[in-house]
């Protein structure tokens, strides 16, 4: 997980470099577990041929030691290094390298050379190859798919051969790219060639390159939002290997929200040990930044804690006797964290839970009471709920003084009735082996307990620690659209004062969504499976609305593993095609592997491209 969380920070370096027109490699160099040192490669604008990330990243960080020696420490980097920089990290004596991306043509630490364990030289040192290595790779493809395009665009050929085009994908995919990254003479060559023999997949008089925009959400179980991008990517280029690609992370505040804005905006991930949902002690993460993610201001440090870290469904047998004990507490923890390491805004990404206890957990870990007639603390979980008499808030309030809590989630269900968290989100977390009266059994305890939570909240009024103003304010929080999301956590939220957001309207935002579609032919997106929940709300339809209305003629495709019989809602929602990416039968779990997924996407890439330029008569 370390060596995640490092190369995370080598990307964000690469993605620095892209900005300044440099080859986006990036580096950090790590001493007893900080990073010392940072850098990208600054080769143009130093105008220095040895300004390699992981060279320049090595010097600063023999500088902060204030030793020549960097024994102790690891270099985490993008790209394979070269033989220059394989050179030093030996002359160094660093301790471990640690790369994304293989170079197949200039890779000094395994592919063409292995300089770290040659008997020849006086020093060795261990290599971890691999890591993000897909995000590695994308980084670097982009970039050159970019540079051509508008080398392309600035010679205006008449005729512009779509294999030499793409001759760096198809000579090795993100191996290609990277022997550009150290050379960058193909990449020239490629940008302005014309037909050089063989046989075109699609030749182009004066039709400019289709932009794409990408933005799917995770197929769960088997594909995270990245990787599922990056597969229908490689399908796309496949068609068409012109095409602009661009992928924009997507989450709904569900599972994958840190991650989508951790690649949309920077931060650091923090690690922590809280309590599970059954009272046993977990591991999870949320994520720091030091400046606001949504509009740039400077306004201090901002974190997104996803509640399905500490309370996710994954941890749950979803038996009856789960769904009744499951507790938020854990979430609580996450956010109580954050605030006392000076975070000013918090993100809650609410979705996957295994909870259906309103946050009564998330409240107590706050500070506040959650008591029975004895006066003391109720039971964890949902069955805790059949003993709540009353409510404090304030000394969760007073935890929470001068931080805005926003709520991310996109399902509308309000806390208590027939479209309520336990009658609609309970079955899938255990609560389908009760029967009718149980469920209202269950249904009436969480009507109470939301009285006892509105009461709680008015109780405030007149106070410093008011919520809200009486009159624009929900009478009852029992009732408030969204208000049953993660089993009735956003009412609890919503006691406290937080704001309700769009999951993915908010990952859009901060990933630049509006400007990428605007100038875009095609958007696609997708998920694991389309549904009538998917037209209630999830990524893709969001992602379809958000697109129709910035660019209302562009077309967008949603890619899936499965579909319900009945799609109009999700087709009037503003998705036009819908396409399984299944190729052939085959069992699910062959279809859940990695390996299938992959091509399955490849495929889905390919045929949702050649569809949109049957539609533009291309």
């Known amino acids: 997980m370390d060596d995640e969380r490092f190369m995370r920070e080598a990307l964000a370096e690469a993605r620095a470099a892209a900005a300044e027109g440099e080859v986006p490699i990036g580096a950090v160099v790590v001493y007893e577990g900080q990073i010392i040192a940072r ?90 190859a691999g890591v993000l290595e897909d995000e590695c790779a994308e980084v670097l493809q982009s970039f050159f798919a970019e540079l051509r395009a508008a080398r392309r665009s600035e010679a205006q050929p008449k005729e512009a051969c779509i294999q030499c085009a793409g001759r760096a994908e198809a000579a090795g995919g993100a191996g290609a790219e990277n022997s550009q990254a150290k050379g960058e003479g193909d990449a020239r060559e490629a940008a302005g060639c014309a037909q050089q023999g063989g046989k075109p997949r699609v030749a182009l008089t004066g039709i400019r390159a289709p932009r794409v925009l990408v933005a799917i959400d995770s197929f769960k179980g088997s594909a995270t939002s990245g990787q599922a991008e990056r597969w229908v990517a490689e399908g796309i280029r496949h068609a ?19 991650e989508a804005v951790r690649a949309a905006c920077g931060g650091t991930l923090r690690e922590l040990e809280v309590t599970g949902p059954f009272g046993r002690t977990v591991c999870a993460h949320y994520l720091q930044g030091e400046s606001e993610p949504a509009d740039g201001d400077a306004t201090g440090a901002w974190a997104v804690v996803e509640m399905a870290e500490a309370a996710g469904i994954g941890y749950s047998p979803c038996t009856a006797q789960a769904a009744f004990a499951a507790s938020t507490r854990g979430v609580g923890e996450l956010v109580r964290d954050a605030v006392a390491q000076g975070t000013r805004r918090i993100y809650l990404g609410l979705g996957g839970s295994a909870t259906s206890d309103g946050g009564a957990g998330f409240l107590q870990a706050l500070g506040a009471r959650v008591a029975d007639a004895a006066g003391d603390d109720v039971a964890p979980g949902l069955f805790g709920l059949s003993d709540v008499v009353r409510i404090d808030l304030a000394p969760a309030l007073r935890t929470l003084a001068g931080v805005e809590l926003v709520v991310l989630a996109d399902v509308r269900n309000p806390l208590v009735g027939p479209r309520g968290a336990v009658r609609v989100f309970g079955p899938q977390k255990g609560l389908a ?59 609890a939220a919503l006691a406290l004062g937080a704001r309700l957001s769009s999951g993915v309207d908010a990952v859009l935002d901060l990933a630049g969504f509006d400007a990428a579609v605007r100038t875009a032919d095609l958007v696609i997106t997708g998920e694991g499976t389309l549904d009538a929940q998917t037209a209630a709300g999830k990524a893709p339809v969001g992602i379809a609305r958000r697109a129709k209305a910035v660019n209302p ?23 036009d095609l819908v396409l399984p990416i299944v190729r052939r039968p085959m069992p699910l779990e062959q279809a859940l592997s990695p390996e299938e997924t992959r091509a399955n996407l490849r495929t889905a890439g390919e045929a949702a491209l050649r569809a949109y330029l049957l539609r533009a008569g291309r």
């Open 433 to 491: 082996e009760l029967d009718e009266e149980e469920l209202a059994e269950a249904d009436g305890w969480t009507a109470a307990y939301a009285a006892r939570l509105t009461e709680a909240r008015d109780a405030l009024d007149g106070t410093d620690m008011q919520v809200g103003a009486p009159g624009k304010r929900p009478r009852s929080l029992a009732g408030v659209p969204g208000a049953g999301a993660a089993g009735g956590l956003a009412a």
């Open 553 to 575: 003629r562009v077309p967008v495709i949603a890619v899936c593993g499965g579909r319900a019989d009945d799609l109009d809602a999700v087709y009037q929602a503003g998705i």
């Open 39 to 128: 850098a990208h490669n600054r080769r143009e604008q130093d105008e220095n041929p040895s300004a390699h990330a992981e060279f320049s990243a090595m010097l600063a960080a023999a500088r902060a030691l204030g030793c020549w020696r960097l024994t102790g420490c690891t270099v985490y980097v993008t790209l394979e290094p070269c033989a220059m920089c394989a050179g030093l990290m030996v002359n160094a004596r660093v301790s471990r390298c640690v790369y994304g991306a293989a170079d197949p043509k200039g890779g000094a630490l395994g592919t063409l050379y292995q300089l770290n364990d040659d008997s020849r030289l006086n020093h060795a040192f261990s290599v971890t």
């Open 240 to 258: 068409a290997p012109e095409a602009q690609v661009s992928c924009i992370p997507v989450a709904d505040g569900g599972e994958g929200t840190v």
